[in-house]
């Protein structure tokens, strides 16, 4: 490839997610093209292709990783698909940005990460939030110690609603969700790494689901090397809007971070205080989603490494995985403990 020549990009998903991705790759980011597109389900590749400008379109995504014309893929897949389509991709010799998770596994995590090392090609994950002005100032400011030594932090999340439960995996709260608080917390207090997870969940919004293993309530303690305690949590039911937020407590200062209002206007009036909030997460989060890519593929074009590796992916996971055994057996799990999971 050579440099005056656009990244071209194909896409492996053709929903919610990779319908923006594949936006943002067709019109968003200069010196980038979707080359094409793969989704099992035809129909959903075609009315994608057709939005995007009808770049080549494949029902079998090992036709998209054989193209020659591909140099780079953004998987956008169910999570549990993630860790063997980086395998392929990287042994296909294309550079990959994964969403979260990369993996559901450490087992998994570790042949991804060792795939894309191997053969040499760069590999990115979709931690949005490291991409949003107001996460990225917070983190530069503790970086520079303008908090002095951070004590306590809280990271959450909080959904609007909960649809459907029923296609929705065990242990999504962890694992799918909470996986970017987890994130967020190590984003946060830089130079340090977690050692010890205690979490509690319970299906308070659909009780009727517990039995399949979908929580859809969750808090978590994260006990860091330095010190520091942190908190996640998780609600499914947010009936006010997407609502993200974060507070790092340091010995010289406190930040808050995270807003889901749509806007600045505050409205007064004989029914109290009202804001229009968000209540999706491509609305609080467009301008991030957008960054992570124009990252990675500045990555692929420079050959620098990723911003947000599969080392940071396979981080967070370890704690979700700490969560889970946490819930399973009521006791606080040492990071240290699953190394070989």
């Known amino acids: 490839m050579t440099t005056h020549q656009p990244l071209a990009v194909g896409l492996i998903g053709a929903g919610r997610m990779g319908s923006f991705h594949a936006e943002t790759l067709a019109h968003r980011l200069p010196g980038v093209r979707l080359a094409a597109l793969a989704d099992p389900a035809a129909s959903a590749a075609r009315r994608l292709g057709d939005r995007v400008g009808r770049p080549t379109a494949y029902t079998e995504i090992g036709d998209?990783?054989?193209?020659?014309?591909v140099d780079a893929v953004v998987i956008a897949t169910p999570a549990r698909t993630h860790a063997g389509l980086v395998e392929a991709a990287a042994r296909a010799g294309k550079a990959v940005y994964c969403e979260k998770p990369m993996a559901v596994t450490l087992a998994e995590a570790d042949r991804a990460i060792a795939a894309a090392r191997d053969a040499g090609v760069p590999l990115q994950v979709g931690f949005n939030r490291r991409y949003d002005t107001g996460f990225r100032a917070a983190h530069d400011k503790i970086a520079a110690g303008?908090?002095?030594?951070?004590?306590?932090?809280?990271?959450?999340?909080?959904?609007?609603?909960?649809?459907?439960?029923?296609?929705?995996?065990?242990?999504?709260?962890?694992?799918?969700t909470l996986i970017h608080d987890f994130d967020v917390l190590r984003f946060l207090n830089p130079g340090a790494e977690p050692v010890e997870v205690f979490a509690w969940a319970d299906a308070l919004v659909r009780p009727d689901f517990k039995d399949r293993g979908l929580l859809d309530t969750a808090v978590v303690t994260v006990r860091f090397d330095n010190g520091a305690l942190a908190t996640a949590e998780a609600?499914?039911?947010?009936?006010?809007?997407?609502?993200?937020?974060?507070?790092?407590f340091g010995s010289a200062g406190m930040l808050t971070l995270g807003d889901l209002r749509r806007g600045h206007l505050t409205s007064y009036g004989a029914d109290g205080v009202a804001a229009d909030c968000v209540t999706y997460d491509q609305d609080l989060f467009r301008d991030a989603y957008?960054?992570?890519?124009?990252?990675?593929t500045d990555s692929v074009r420079t050959g620098r490494t990723p911003s947000v590796t599969g080392e940071d992916a396979r981080a967070a996971l370890t704690i979700a995985l700490a969560a889970v055994r946490s819930v399973q057996t009521g006791a606080p799990v040492r990071l240290d403990e699953l190394k070989d999971e």
Do not use: C, K, M, N
């Not at 002095?148 to 694992?175: A, E, K, N, Q």
């Open 64 to 69: 998209l990783l054989a193209d020659p014309q």
């Open 146 to 176: 303008g908090i002095g030594t951070p004590h306590l932090l809280r990271s959450l999340t909080r959904d609007p609603r909960l649809h459907d439960p029923s296609p929705i995996p065990p242990w999504t709260v962890f694992l799918e």
């Open 235 to 248: 609600g499914f039911q947010a009936v006010y809007g997407y609502d993200v937020r974060g507070e790092v």
């Open 290 to 296: 957008v960054a992570e890519l124009a990252d990675f």
